[in-house]
């Protein structure tokens, strides 16, 4: 039968720690095989050694603390040092002894257990790097930074954060963060940020923030979703962006367009009061040019509106109409939600209020017709195409001389876009198309209720 002596044993010499036992003094007694491994130093070169022999010469009174520690009963938990290898490099290691006590319960010596603590120690050097390299990005970018849980409770804020509010994590971690924002916006901002996180989609807003001495300014934020490998949100990454400055130049470019518009209407009337007092006998020509006028001052509110930035193709058909019932079913519109480039919505629009203004006076819309408008996606058939359809009016002829209108409604989008325009007079109605390139499109109108962009 196995004695419970020899099962020790075989442990001690089994185990992958290196185990060693001492007196009170220090003196080797015993070495496993795993404290030759580690130490280098064989049973044989090691046993009747003092243990100092393992301790470089800065460490000796670490020995003394633990010798005294041990006769006086105590265990010496876990810690990092260094020993002297064998062939004279230090390593390190995690050691931990314990007291040895004899049948009477006196201490006769300890048991020391070590293990190699490289790769512990260079793994929390590595990681310390990483969070220092971490904490030095997050706490000198420009933005506002922070992490949430995937519930949207905010755990952590850069340093940015505190020196704008004022606020300490206390305060502003979970939903603290309501404190700093303007309470005409906060239950909107909450309410679309809570929308984001049932949905699990990235989160983008634009309101303002107070800092610590009370004045507010605009931020643009956003945060993303941070997944598992199954696809799971653990977590949420977020920034908040100073505005403020572009908001206050984009509102002063605003008002300089606004300006702008103004004084070139003025201009506008001018040239009308001059024309009438040039043509004042030819009043059809007084009209036609008038309303040239009109379509193309309405083509210049529709930019300046819209910051001279894309024009949404059905505002830009409804409003160059606004002389037309539309209402009353004569007139059908119907396209995607697409939206051109400014020089394209001038084109486009003239050439609208030209085909309008002609049916009016001639074509469909003159006697009960009806005119249908429409327009094509650009993936759907690799260009741009807008069309002008007229039926159930009176009979069509293509006019004996072509005039200004023509050149609005065919030659300026040939020229101005690189257009391919078909302009047919068929007895049953004018028909209309321009094909253009795919750049005259600046993509797709936003949804209603789209967050704005800033």
Request: glycine share 8%.
């Amino acid at each position: 039968m196995i004695e419970i002596r020899d099962i020790y044993a075989a442990l001690v010499e089994s185990s992958e720690d290196a185990i060693v036992s001492k007196d009170t003094d220090g003196i080797v007694h015993s070495w496993n095989p795993a404290a030759e491994l580690l130490f280098g130093y064989s049973a044989e070169e090691m046993i009747g050694e003092s243990i100092r022999k393992l301790l470089p010469a800065d460490r000796q009174d670490e020995e003394d603390r633990i010798l005294s520690r041990i006769r006086a009963g105590d265990k010496v938990g876990q810690f990092f040092t260094k020993r002297r290898h064998k062939s004279g490099h230090l390593i390190d290691v995690s050691v931990t002894v314990s007291p040895v006590r004899d049948p009477s319960g006196a201490i006769v010596g300890a048991s020391k257990i070590a293990r190699d603590a490289g790769p512990v120690l260079e793994g929390q050097r590595r990681l310390r790097e990483s969070e220092e390299r971490f904490r030095m990005l997050a706490d000198n970018i420009n933005q506002f930074a922070w992490i949430a849980r995937p519930d949207g409770y905010i755990t952590w804020y850069n340093q940015r954060w505190y020196d704008y509010t004022g606020t300490t994590l206390d305060q502003v971690q979970g939903s603290g963060w309501r404190c700093v924002h303007h309470p005409d916006h906060v239950d909107r901002v909450e309410q679309h940020f809570m929308d984001s996180l049932a949905e699990g989609t990235e989160w983008e807003d634009t309101f303002p923030l107070r800092s610590a001495e009370g004045e507010y300014r605009w931020f643009l934020s956003r945060a993303m979703p941070i997944r598992n490998d199954r696809g799971e949100v653990v977590s949420w990454f977020g920034t908040n962006t100073d505005i403020t400055e572009q908001r206050e130049q984009a509102e002063q470019i605003r008002l300089l367009l606004m300006e702008v518009n103004h004084r070139s209407k003025n201009m506008l009337s001018t040239v009308q009061a001059l024309a009438r007092r040039t043509a004042r006998h030819d009043t059809d020509f007084i009209a036609r040019f008038e309303d040239r006028v009109r379509s193309l001052a309405v083509n210049q509110d529709i930019l300046v509106r819209r910051d001279w930035r894309e024009v949404p193709v059905e505002e830009l058909v409804r409003l160059q109409l606004h002389f037309i019932d539309i209402a009353s079913g004569a007139v059908s519109i119907a396209g995607p939600p697409l939206a051109l480039i400014p020089r394209a919505a001038e084109v486009i629009g003239m050439a609208l209020h030209e085909l309008a203004t002609n049916s009016l006076k001639y074509g469909a819309l003159s006697a009960g017709g009806r005119v249908e408008i429409g327009w094509r996606d650009p993936s759907e058939a690799g260009s741009f195409s807008i069309w002008w359809h007229e039926s159930g009016g009176p009979p069509v002829a293509k006019p004996e001389r072509t005039g200004f209108g023509t050149t609005l409604i065919a030659d300026v989008p040939r020229h101005n876009l690189g257009a391919e325009v078909e302009l047919d007079y068929a007895p049953g109605g004018v028909r209309w198309c321009v094909r253009c390139d795919p750049a005259v499109v600046a993509g797709h109108t936003p949804a209603p209720g789209a967050a704005p962009s800033a």
